[in-house]
């Protein structure tokens, strides 16, 4: 499975978060880019795996009259700042993706610029749609051209253009090779030449495994252009807007008939899933009843598709368009006022487990679509995967509701997933004669685990072993589960262990991590960093011909408990190079085989076929001895003839 397949998307808007001029006067916010990589971080404790970032390039006004394609709006920073945020985003296991204007440009474009100047003997003329030099504009130009939406602000370029097409292509490849993103959002794929699309397509294959392209579509057959051979995925403005007028309309049979036409559409291609975004109002200004906000989540995450946040809506913030204007759509927040969002706040903790449903419940990706009950106000599916049921329960009416349906997979007993969110109330759930009943309170919703009947046995243990401990006991028993795991371990798998509710998990690492714990937040769940500190530290020369056997290395040191510390690279060609690497567990160790492999000056090929020297820090002498003696046992250990 490809990772956008099963990634959760957050998506910030630039330029508004960090309170950038609407008008680019080329002074950059200081320091724009701390507070991205803030925010992100702030995106791995929701669950989310991939932070969508537009647009992005060099624009006059608001970001989507590019100017240079090549340069990072300069109201943000540099190109410099941007590659190391998406390093720190790589290394926190987040993919990036940002905003591709190819249908148009800005007046300040350099070929538009020549056009104005020279004319009809432009050498850039055929790159422009519907040149007339014998017409004007609102700008005086003494000819008109094609545009987008009827904004002269906006040029339209000619993708049949060979010209165009390649230095769009081109615009790809400085991206990636330079900054290492992972995919394109196409701004206004809607009005994109298919044969352009499809050569993008076919070129991104050739320049990145697993580079996602994802289309701007409003409406239509989204077929078109989310297939094999053009884009991966579209926008699902069709959906969007049954989820919010579904609710206000007291009608889940709108949001039911969209489902079913999609999937007859699309088939299993999945779509971009949001409630809001940069160009439409915040939900709490869209519904009636902003409890309905609730059962909206739980659409996103639990429908087909690849759910999404809009940055600020994990906080129910208000946005309207105000005198035709998008900006309040995209204000500057920050993070410090939301300091408590994840005890306080009952959208923000929803979304917090929602993310870590996502991650633990393979079924939510790739699970069965079986629909179970659908009425005006009542709405209950089930994804199967593995003899298990996750089932979405939701009731959009203003008074108590039961549900009633044919169990999908048998079961004797039902698991409320989120009955420890803030502002959760109970859900009575009775199971006889393979019926499931489900009392359900006004404008609320749910999802219910039905466990496999075998398989749910034996997770049971820790939990009964765990349970009535005190604070300070769970806390510690916390860090011994992260200690032990080279694995992320997600708040809700950390709650099944204790037998307590996730929030409490929540809060106790908030608090583990206030008195010092250095336990990282990843989309994945929590990571403990093992650094410094007692214990023995010792130097290992190591030698290895090959990417497997420096992986064999790493795992080799923290799968006895050691941290490998840094290294000091001697090699022929490349001469002396040092760098902490703070390897604790498997997790970093791939991960910092990953980034290594893929910068442009590889540090993986300067450790490979040389000798290095490792600082290697254990609990004791014993143990770095027994390091040394499997590493030499695995002709790792570099021995002098």
């Not at 034996?458 to 028993?477: D, K």
Request: with cysteine; glycine share 8%; hydrophobic share 40%.
């Amino acid at each position: 499975m490809a990772w956008y397949d099963n990634a959760v998307f957050y998506h910030i808007y630039p330029l508004g978060l960090c309170g950038c001029s609407h008008e680019n006067d080329g002074q950059a916010v200081p320091g724009a880019f701390e507070k991205l990589d803030a925010w992100a971080a702030h995106a791995a404790e929701l669950g989310c795996t991939a932070i969508y970032i537009g647009p992005l390039f060099e624009s006059g006004s608001h970001g989507y009259d590019t100017i240079d394609y090549r340069l990072v709006d300069r109201r943000l920073g540099t190109n410099e700042e941007f590659r190391a945020f998406v390093d720190a985003c790589h290394a926190r296991g987040q993919k990036v993706i940002v905003d591709g204007v190819f249908n148009h440009v800005g007046r300040g474009f350099f070929a538009f610029q020549d056009l104005k100047a020279q004319r009809e003997n432009s050498r850039w003329r055929d790159w422009f749609c519907d040149l007339n030099f014998w017409g004007n504009n609102e700008y005086n130009d003494g000819f008109s051209y094609g545009n987008w939406g009827g904004y002269n602000l906006l040029v339209k370029l000619n993708q049949r253009n060979p010209e165009v097409q390649q230095y769009h292509f081109d615009t790809v490849r400085f991206w990636v090779e330079q900054f290492d993103i992972d995919g394109i959002r196409l701004d206004a794929a809607d009005v994109l030449d298919f044969d352009f699309m499809r050569g993008l397509r076919r070129f991104t294959e050739q320049l990145k495994p697993e580079f996602w392209l994802m289309g701007e579509v409003i409406h239509g057959d989204y077929s078109r252009w989310a297939n094999p051979d053009t884009l991966h995925s579209v926008t699902n403005y069709e959906l969007h807007k049954g989820l919010w007028s579904g609710h206000n309309d007291h009608n889940y049979f709108e949001i039911a008939h969209t489902v079913r036409r999609l999937q007859g559409m699309c088939g299993n291609t999945r779509l971009y899933l949001f409630s809001d975004n940069h160009d439409v109002e915040r939900l709490p200004n869209k519904l009636r009843n902003r409890a309905h906000i609730r059962n909206i989540a739980i659409l996103l995450y639990t429908l087909w598709g690849i759910p999404s946040i809009y940055y600020g809506s994990e906080f129910a913030i208000e946005g309207r368009k105000e005198y035709g204007s998008d900006w309040p759509l995209r204000p500057c927040l920050e993070l410090a006022d939301f300091s408590d969002a994840f005890e306080s706040n009952p959208v923000t903790s929803l979304y917090a487990a929602l993310g870590g449903l996502k991650a633990d419940y393979p079924a939510l990706t790739d699970g069965e679509f079986r629909e179970l009950q659908l009425t005006t106000t009542q709405y209950a599916f089930a994804r199967v995967k593995d003899g298990q049921a996750l089932v979405t329960v939701l009731n959009n009416a203003d008074n108590p509701a039961r549900l009633e349906f044919d169990l999908p997979v048998p079961a004797e007993g039902a698991e409320d997933l989120l009955a420890d969110c803030v502002g959760s109330q109970p859900v009575q759930v009775r199971i006889e004669w393979g019926r499931v009943q489900v009392e359900l309170p006004p404008n609320y919703g749910t999802i219910l685990r039905l466990p496999a009947q075998q398989a749910d046995r034996a997770p049971e243990t820790p939990e009964r072993e765990n349970a009535g401990l005190g604070t300070a006991q769970r806390r510690e028993v916390i860090l011994q589960i992260l200690t032990d795991s080279g694995d992320p371990v997600s708040a809700s798998a950390l709650a099944r262990r204790l037998g307590v509710s996730r929030q409490i998990v929540v809060g106790d690492v908030a608090l583990l991590r206030a008195g010092g714990a250095q336990i990282d937040a990843t989309p994945r769940g929590y990571l403990l960093h093992r650094t410094g500190g007692s214990g023995y530290v010792g130097i290992l020369a190591c030698v290895h011909q090959t990417a497997e056997q420096l992986q064999t290395e790493l795992y080799t040191v923290v799968d006895q408990g050691g941290t490998v510390v840094d290294v000091t690279v001697e090699n022929a060609l490349y001469g002396e190079l040092r760098g902490n690497l703070n390897v604790a567990s498997r997790y970093d160790a791939d991960e910092f085989l990953r980034l290594a492999a893929e910068a442009p000056d590889s540090l993986l090929s300067r450790m490979t076929g040389g000798v290095h020297l490792h600082r290697i820090q254990c609990s004791s002498e014993a143990a770095f001895r027994r390091i040394e003696a499997e590493l030499a046992a695995r002709g790792i250990l570099y021995q002098k003839n």
